[in-house]
């Protein structure tokens, strides 16, 4: 079946630096990517939806100068959190969707010190 | 957004006995997806419903589509030890748009 992967899987950073989180679907076309943030015991909050060629589409409360995302194939979308902070500490995952199949990436474990 | 009541949020059983959770919404779905998480990792996928009153197996799970299209229920039949983790139930209104219920925490004892 489709797989769908997520680069690094777990990614300890310095508070104030950036951190770029990859979303790759491996043997489908993803028109459009989702991405979710999850806090322990928690369920799974989504960020923004992006399709693919175009500016991602923010959840209310979500900034968009602090995470950027691109989806700039339909293969590839990238989250990059900008001068991460403790409280960015999370796990990301993301969703590729072609319209008709959908799978969710292994997720990336960020912990900012 | 729409708000999904997932319940109980967690659950401790025995091995070998039937689990019963359940999702209900304010709102109408036109699909209900019910997912497990290992820690550590990404949501997959266990059932995907797609008609109201719909019910479907997959092995020892078995899940119901609401006839009101506002609930849904996931049954686990005779549990065994690797059924532990957290199980998701999803909805979905529109193409691509999913939310999640808060999840059910399963606890299974040898």
């Known amino acids: 079946g489709a797989v769908v992967s997520q680069h690094p899987s777990r990614v300890i950073c310095k508070s104030g630096t950036s951190v770029k989180i990859e979303c790759r679907s491996l043997?489908?076309?993803?028109?459009?990517m989702f991405w979710y943030r999850q806090f322990p015991k928690q369920s799974l909050m989504l960020m923004a939806t992006s399709n693919e060629g175009s500016k991602a589409t923010y959840e209310q409360g979500v900034e968009k100068d602090k995470f950027l995302i691109n989806h700039a194939s339909l293969t590839l979308s990238t989250l990059t959190v900008t001068s991460a902070h403790p409280e960015d500490s999370s796990f990301y995952i993301c969703r590729a969707s072609s319209g008709h199949e959908q799978f969710f990436g292994p997720g990336t474990r960020l912990t900012v010190l | 957004g729409q708000q999904l009541n997932q319940s109980p949020q967690s659950m401790f059983i025995q091995e070998g006995e039937d689990v019963s959770m359940n999702c209900t919404s304010s709102s109408i779905f036109n699909t209900w997806l019910w997912y497990k998480q290992d820690p550590g990792e990404g949501p997959v996928l266990l059932i995907a419903?797609?008609?109201?009153?719909e019910l479907t197996s997959n092995g020892r799970l078995t899940a119901q589509f609401g006839i009101t299209r506002k609930d849904s229920f996931l049954n686990i039949s005779a549990s065994i030890p690797s059924d532990v983790g957290i199980y998701f139930c999803a909805g979905s209104s529109i193409a691509n748009d999913m939310r999640f219920g808060a999840g059910t925490r399963l606890t299974v004892k040898p």
């Open positions: 043997d489908f076309q993803a028109t459009t």
């Open positions: 419903l797609y008609k109201a009153g």
